[in-house]
């Protein structure tokens, strides 16, 4: 599985949209991009998955460019209750292993 | 989303015991299913991977005489801690797939604290 580099923490204050870049040089023809949200005490929660340019839902944008050797979470308009642990994971989507990095603390502040 | 439900949410549990932990897949049915643990303010460590009516597969130095894992049907799998010690304690989670074209659902996790 490709190995994943994520910011350990981000700040950022309610109302503003929060750009998570992952960045993940060896990433394989196969490969799909896919982001968890993790709260303390809970599993992780499944956010969007993407394999190139641009996927949006209802809750995130998920931005990769052309050589997918990175991607970016991008969240709108964050509240308080987006404060949690965001996981970005790369692998086949047939995941025969799902592999965690340590992921980017995201802390919304009033 | 699929609903993965783990049980308990805690326990706790005397030195030397053994606890079962159960995930069930309440909307679908699991062809595989994992198991992680997390220490406090660590990332998930994956622990064993498990597809039904076949044995688990274990991550290098994860002790399957320890952590047994049973993928019984497709839509149960369990994680028995045997003779647990308080190194043991931890949260443990479990995710489950439909198939290889669908994300992993996860459950809530399962608080254990060896005493």
């Known amino acids: ?110 | 989303g699929a609903v993965v439900s783990q049980h308990p949410s805690w326990v706790i549990c005397k030195s030397g015991t053994s606890v079962k932990i159960e995930c069930r897949s309440l909307d679908f049915q699991a062809t595989t299913m994992f198991w992680y643990r997390q220490f406090p303010k660590k990332s998930l460590m994956l622990m064993a991977t498990s597809n039904e009516g076949s044995k688990a597969t274990y991550e290098q130095g994860v002790e399957k005489d320890k952590f047994l894992i049973n993928h019984a049907s497709l839509t149960l799998s369990t994680l028995t801690v045997t003779s647990a010690h308080p190194e043991d304690s931890s949260f443990y989670i479990c995710s489950a797939k439909l198939d290889r074209n669908t994300e992993a659902f996860f459950g809530q996790g399962t608080r254990l604290t060896v005493v």
């Open chain 1, 1 to 110: 599985l490709a190995k994943t580099t994520q910011p350990i923490s981000m700040d950022s204050y309610e109302g503003q949209e929060v750009n998570i870049t992952c960045s993940h040089n060896n990433i394989a023809t196969n490969d799909y991009i896919t982001w968890y949200q993790q709260f303390p005490s809970q599993g992780p929660r499944f956010i969007i998955q993407g394999y190139k340019t641009k996927v949006t839902n209802e809750v995130a944008s998920l931005f990769i460019p052309a050589d997918r050797k990175s991607s970016t979470l991008s969240l709108p308009r964050v509240s308080l209750s987006d404060t949690a642990v965001y996981y970005c994971l790369v692998g086949d989507k047939g995941y025969s292993t799902l592999t965690f990095g340590k992921g980017t603390m995201l802390l919304v502040s009033p």
